[in-house]
């Protein structure tokens, strides 16, 4: 079964390896991060971020995101020697992956197998924290959004920023279709899945004095800046 039959479930921990920890997925992950939108939220968020320090990655899979950042960030002088990377992951499939690559990258890393709703995040502690489709699986199955959401905030410094990204279309026959989200709760399509869960994003966002900006149309971004 190729990894976009299979569906994150309630089980969310061997679900989420069953369909993101394998290299059916990560083929198609390479086209996703080649899209126009995504590229355009990276290139915006760097452009109006302060350098970070500490960067908070949730759902780093195998750390393709962290690659392409790098290449992006270094033509806006990103210094990657004093940043360092805490990245969070269902997959240990993945995280052995992103733990090869971070090397190679010279990045300076902690990886961890938890899910960020149990992980124990230091208050007042990142500068970033970014985000790359993975915030809404979590989001799913009888867990407090609003809570787990504003718990990462609170791990987050006054002058921070946030980075996320959250797919609006479905991949058929190695192209995106846009038209909806993918919900698990319907069983199917859903056209409102990526608005909504954005506009439950921005509004808590908001209430923490973030300024934000939505980008993209196939990938819905938010980027988000507190000074």
């Not at 920023?161 to 993918?182: K, M, Q």
Request: charged share 20%.
């Amino acid at each position: 079964m190729k990894w976009i039959d299979k569906h994150v479930n309630a089980n969310l921990t061997e679900s989420y390896n069953n369909k993101y920890g394998n290299s059916d997925y990560w083929q198609y992950q390479r086209l996703m991060f080649e899209h126009q939108d995504i590229l355009n939220a990276f290139n915006h968020f760097i452009k109006i971020v302060e350098v970070p320090i500490e960067i908070l990655d949730i759902g780093i899979n195998n750390a393709l995101e962290i690659e392409i950042l790098k290449k992006i960030s270094q033509l806006k002088d990103w210094d990657w020697n004093s940043i360092n990377l805490t990245g969070l992951d269902l997959s240990q499939n993945a995280l052995n992956i992103a733990e090869n690559r971070l090397s190679e990258l010279s990045v300076h890393f902690k990886l961890f197998n938890e899910d960020v709703v149990e992980y124990d995040l230091q208050s007042n502690y990142y500068d970033t924290c970014l985000a790359i489709t993975s915030l809404q699986s979590a989001s799913i199955y009888g867990k407090d959004y609003e809570s787990y959401f504003q718990k990462i905030i609170n791990s987050m410094k006054k002058t921070s920023s946030f980075l996320i990204i959250v797919p609006d279309c479905s991949f058929e026959n190695g192209f995106f279709i846009d038209g909806g989200a993918y919900n698990v709760n319907l069983n199917r399509q859903d056209k409102l899945f990526a608005e909504q869960f954005i506009n439950r994003s921005y509004h808590i966002l908001n209430k923490n004095n973030y300024e934000f900006e939505i980008l993209g149309n196939t990938f819905k971004s938010i980027v988000a800046t507190r000074k």
